[in-house]
């Protein structure tokens, strides 16, 4: 007799959760690396700020809303944390952002080169600055997943 | 578990306030962008008139009104110097810039390297109102006879119009196909074909350009890429700026 087979995946109430937090974290760590960019460049104007705005007004109370609804989930039933569709996200992001991060320290290293070698004529201290916002933005969300995941 | 909730609460009410804070800027600034994109909209429909107003006639009007041009913006002013000159001014509320968070973003990441500043096109025979401006009154001098003197049959032209609002080295100008460049030898070269193959000399500081005026290295111009070779003065072998056109 054959093995059954699953014929329908679906995600778990909590992860799908998860999925709506992960897709309105991505949209705020981009907002939030965007107006942090601009500020960095001395980017005030309204054409630029704007965009970045009305995406950080709806992320950041929506992800709020579900990141402190699933952690506290979790805080009462410990075993949603290993729920395999909320891992799903969570690894997910931890890989975006991974590669975020390396690609940053990847462009700095570049840039320093660039310079050295008399390519590129912007300011390594403004690529420096730039850099330092992409890092501490995704390798910030990368280090909260990596030990949420490590610890016990 | 309260206990365990406050550092996230602490953390999102950060990144809260901070969301506030550009809400109180953004809407601080709407206002003032209202009225710079209606000028700016103003100013644009006030230059496709007066070019075209400068082409036909091939003189400047006394004044706006003179060509038939509605100025409803006070923001906009217009005065004749001479009869091939003009001065064009917009006084704007906000400073703004092409700055883009996201293409920086993705230069960084997909190229290496932050874009460089650029701030818009701009022509000294030709009336264009760049985007990118700053805060206060923003004037153009144009001056008709920088294209071909007027009144006189037009030559065929040595020098190029087009070289990004950046002053004219004066030379020939040449589209051709890169066939080699050598960046290392000194001084650089390059090869190109353009009925027949012919080898230049690059100035010592050569400008290397984008179409779009994007400044470029001499390492981004590869073999096949379309350019514009811009030479340092008439029938010289020695070119001052190499536009790549396939950008």
């Not at chain 1, 939030?32 to 007004?57: C, D, H, I």
């Not at chain 2, 805060?135 to 037009?154: M, V, Y």
């Amino acid at each position: 007799m054959p093995n059954p087979m699953p014929v329908v995946k679906v995600l778990s109430p909590i992860g799908l959760e998860y999925a709506f937090m992960t897709i309105s974290l991505f949209a705020a760590a981009g907002a939030l690396t965007a107006a942090l960019l601009s500020l960095v460049n001395g980017e005030f104007s309204f054409a630029v700020l704007s965009f970045p705005t009305a995406l950080l007004v709806v992320s950041v109370p929506v992800f709020a809303y579900l990141f402190l609804r699933t952690k506290r989930l979790e805080l009462t039933q410990p075993h949603l944390r290993l729920d395999p569709s909320k891992r799903r996200s969570t690894q997910f992001t931890q890989i975006v952002c991974f590669l975020v991060s390396f690609f940053t320290l990847v462009a700095f290293v570049f840039s320093v080169f660039g310079k050295l070698g008399g390519q590129f004529h912007t300011s390594i201290g403004k690529t420096a600055l730039d850099c330092l916002v992409l890092l501490v933005v995704f390798g910030g969300i990368l280090a909260y997943y990596w030990r949420d995941e490590h610890q016990r | 578990m309260q206990q365990a909730l406050t550092k996230y609460k602490i953390g999102l009410l950060v990144i809260g306030l901070f969301t506030v804070a550009m809400v109180v800027v953004v809407l601080a600034q709407a206002s003032a962008a209202k009225h710079d994109t209606d000028t700016y909209k103003t100013a644009n429909t006030i230059a496709d008139k007066l070019n075209g107003y400068t082409l036909d006639h091939e003189t400047v009007p006394r004044s706006l009104s003179d060509a038939n041009i509605d100025n409803p913006s006070t923001a906009i002013t217009y005065t004749k110097l001479t009869d091939t000159q003009y001065k064009f001014c917009i006084t704007y509320k906000t400073t703004s810039t092409n700055f883009d968070p996201g293409m920086l973003e993705g230069s960084l990441l997909l190229s290496g390297h932050t874009p460089e500043g650029f701030d818009g096109y701009t022509s000294q025979d030709y009336l264009v109102v760049p985007t990118a401006h700053k805060k206060g009154s923003n004037c153009q001098t144009i001056n008709l006879a920088a294209s071909f003197p007027l009144n006189e049959t037009p030559t065929p032209q040595t020098t190029s119009d087009f070289y990004c609002g950046q002053p004219h080295p004066g030379g020939n100008t040449d589209d051709a196909t890169v066939t080699s460049i050598s960046a290392n030898t000194n001084p650089a070269t390059i090869t190109v074909s353009l009925a027949g193959t012919s080898t230049y000399q690059l100035a010592s500081d050569v400008k290397v350009l984008t179409v779009s005026c994007t400044p470029a290295s001499l390492s981004e111009v590869l073999t096949g890429d379309s350019v514009r070779l811009i030479f340092d003065k008439p029938n010289s072998k020695t070119v001052a700026a190499v536009i790549d056109t396939s950008f």
